[in-house]
């Protein structure tokens, strides 16, 4: 149920890594609010899926695949939101890759290629389209979903440590830059979160693999979510610029 402070009634928001995990519990989040969400990933089996499961519980929501390290993908998903709706009010770039676990100096270049094209590139122009439309229509909201490892390098994570630092930075890059169009561009910073996603990480950590957290617990997928809100709701207007970091289910 939608509240006052956080309603998203009338807006078009697009999520991305939306199937499963993270983003999954962002585009519930928003459609229980009022938006229409676009549920976007790879393949559209697992978007639909998302979408009927909105749409059974009163929400509003359509599936369309994306693949954000394909150019031509990015070109096909805008082009159906300008035909479609005119407008996009929400992108929220969640997708990554991380196929890669191992010592920095054994790291194969196809899976730096495939880390780079999908985080950074990806989020890249993702970023660049959506901003388009949203100067187009007067304003917009952006949020990139990094990661703690874009701050504290993870072991035998290098390379997707590294592109999680970079979209720091292309955050804040965008939100200096797209400001004057009413564009707020903001990230969240997860921890440990219980995704399907970082399961290697605990296969290899056991039950509790954050246990140096201070909550002594992962982060569980649907309290990113309620960061995710926050930020794209008009309570954050003043946020514009900023990075939030959340880490195991605890704000620092």
Not at 42 to 55: F, M, P
Not at 115 to 130: D, H, I, K, Q
Not at 180 to 188: E, G, K, Q
């Amino acid at each position: 149920m939608s509240t006052k402070l956080f309603d998203l009634t009338g807006k078009i928001a697009l999520v991305t890594g939306a199937s499963r995990g993270i983003g999954e519990e962002i585009a519930k989040l928003f459609a229980e609010q009022g938006a229409h969400v676009i549920i976007s990933s790879r393949k559209l089996d697992g978007c639909q899926t998302v979408a009927e499961k909105i749409k059974e519980t009163g929400g509003s929501a359509e599936a369309f695949p994306c693949h954000v390290g394909n150019m031509e993908d990015i070109t096909a998903i805008f082009s159906h939101i300008r035909t479609k709706h005119g407008k996009l009010d929400i992108l929220v770039n969640n997708a990554a890759t991380n196929p890669y676990f191992g010592h920095v100096l054994d790291t194969p270049l196809s899976a730096y290629e495939k880390t780079v094209e999908v985080n950074l590139r990806g989020y890249f122009f993702m970023s660049v389209e959506a901003g388009k439309i949203m100067k187009e229509n007067k304003g917009g909201v952006i949020v990139n979903t990094a990661s703690i490892n874009g701050l504290r390098p993870a072991p035998m994570q290098s390379i997707y440590s590294i592109t999680k630092a970079g979209i720091i930075n292309m955050t804040r890059s965008f939100a200096k830059e797209c400001a004057p169009f009413n564009i707020r561009v903001n990230a969240l910073l997860p921890g440990l979160t219980r995704t399907k996603f970082a399961s290697a990480l605990f296969d290899r950590g056991g039950e509790n693999p954050g246990k140096g957290i201070p909550l002594g617990r992962a982060a569980e997928p649907r309290e990113m979510a309620g960061t995710v809100l926050y930020l794209v709701s008009d309570a954050s207007s003043y946020t514009t610029g900023e990075c939030v970091v959340v880490d195991g289910g605890s704000t620092i």
